[in-house]
């Protein structure tokens, strides 16, 4: 499915960028809502946020647990599209790849700039060790995945630039529609 036999990215790359990265940021809000539901909290959902219907958790470990729900299926589909980009050279998974660290690094800075404490900074505050371990981790792994993918296949300078205007789009789109639907009253789950 991820096989790619162009030496260089063209249009299908930036288009699974297109595709699979509304999944992926889909499946990151999943991943809060199902494990939410899974331990039977009543759990929303926009496009970018999942939350307790009743406004709170039950507990801190619930709520601990919940809230690396979304970063851990992120992490998970990178490894997936790590792994798939090295034994296949594939660049739609380098795609994928690229797009989840992404992700991560937009929440994470916005994290770090004290603005709001993300996934990955609130589990560190739960814990006691603050904002920056978790969300440093998380950036530092999809950065040094995304990097080493990047050696092997040699995208170039001019298509991770590219990369990196599509993704901030994406990621710019489903932030700023999530606030239109949210204050419209609109929830997915």
Request: proline residues 4%; aromatic residues 12%; hydrophobic residues 55%.
């Amino acid at each position: 499915m991820f096989r790619s036999e162009a030496k260089r990215p063209g249009a299908v790359y930036f288009l699974s960028i297109l595709v699979f990265g509304p999944i992926t940021y889909l499946a990151h809000e999943l991943g809060h809502w199902g494990v939410g539901e899974a331990m039977g909290v009543d759990m929303w959902m926009t496009l970018n946020k999942a939350g307790p219907a009743l406004g709170a958790y039950e507990s801190d470990t619930q709520a601990l647990i919940i809230s690396m729900a979304g970063p851990l299926v992120t992490l998970a589909i990178a490894v997936l599209a790590y792994v798939t980009a090295r034994m296949t050279r594939s660049f739609i998974a380098y795609g994928v790849l690229f797009f989840q660290f992404m992700q991560r690094t937009v929440a994470g800075g916005i994290s770090l700039l004290g603005t709001y404490p993300n996934d990955e900074a609130a589990a560190g505050l739960m814990l006691g060790i603050g904002i920056y371990p978790i969300t440093l981790a998380m950036m530092a792994v999809l950065f040094l995945m995304t990097w080493d993918t990047a050696r092997r296949l040699k995208p170039g300078l001019a298509i991770n630039v590219l990369s990196y205007g599509l993704c901030s789009l994406i990621i710019t789109f489903f932030v700023m529609s999530d606030q239109i639907l949210r204050n419209g009253g609109v929830q997915l789950l």
